[in-house]
């Protein structure tokens, strides 16, 4: 196995990711440029469609435009969704909608699907983790505060399983990493295949 590469291309602007990746390669220099694409959904696109399609354009849009001193380094990108009974629940577009969501997914079990590219030259692989996360029965009282704390708003489903969301989460079926927003296990086997080392 070679030395572990010295630059990796993250096309996504998310600190969780950012924070995932140096977990796993805390040497590792880390470049973010996210990617400019629409991310709206596909009339009646399923959960698993949507994240593959959107990993994958993401990956794409940051190698069409890779800075010249990036060019031989990979580019990784991912996309994560809540999926309810089939269906992307996306991000909350408001506070309201934030409590919406955590109401659709209190006292249910869902699932945390992460489309994972990896891009290097002419190589290109994709990988689809999905993990099952069961909810309490929410109180509109803890909905409301936990809105009010304003974690929901940036996080696919309306909630942070890092963070305060915590407290709703009785059970995980998976990989916990790919709830927060990027499958470790996953991406060390792609990097793995590229050359890195992570240990």
Do not use: W
Not at 91 to 101: F, G, I, N, T
Not at 186 to 196: A, P, W
Request: charged letters at 15%; hydrophobic letters at 45%; aromatic letters at 4%.
């Amino acid at each position: 196995m070679s030395k572990l590469p010295q630059g990796l291309v993250l096309a996504s602007a998310s600190p969780r990711r950012r924070e995932l990746l140096l977990q796993l390669m805390p040497t590792l220099k880390l470049h973010i440029l996210p990617a400019d694409i629409d991310e709206r959904l596909i009339v009646a696109e399923a959960g698993t469609d949507r994240v593959l399609r959107l990993a994958q354009a993401k990956a794409a849009a940051v190698v069409a435009n890779l800075p010249i001193e990036f060019q031989n380094y990979p580019v990784l990108a991912a996309d994560t969704e809540v999926v309810l009974a089939g269906l992307p629940l996306g991000k909350p577009e408001s506070a309201c909608h934030a409590v919406e969501l955590l109401e659709q997914l209190s006292g249910q079990s869902h699932q945390v699907t992460t489309a994972v590219q990896l891009i290097k030259g002419k190589l290109a692989l994709q990988a689809l983790v999905t993990t099952e996360v069961s909810f309490k029965h929410l109180t509109k009282a803890e909905i409301v505060a936990y809105v009010a704390t304003g974690e929901p708003m940036d996080k696919a489903g309306g909630y942070g399983i890092q963070g305060l969301g915590a407290a709703f989460v009785t059970g995980i079926k998976g990989s916990y990493s790919n709830v927060v927003g990027l499958p470790l296990e996953m991406v060390y086997l792609q990097l793995n295949k590229l050359g890195y080392t992570v240990i």
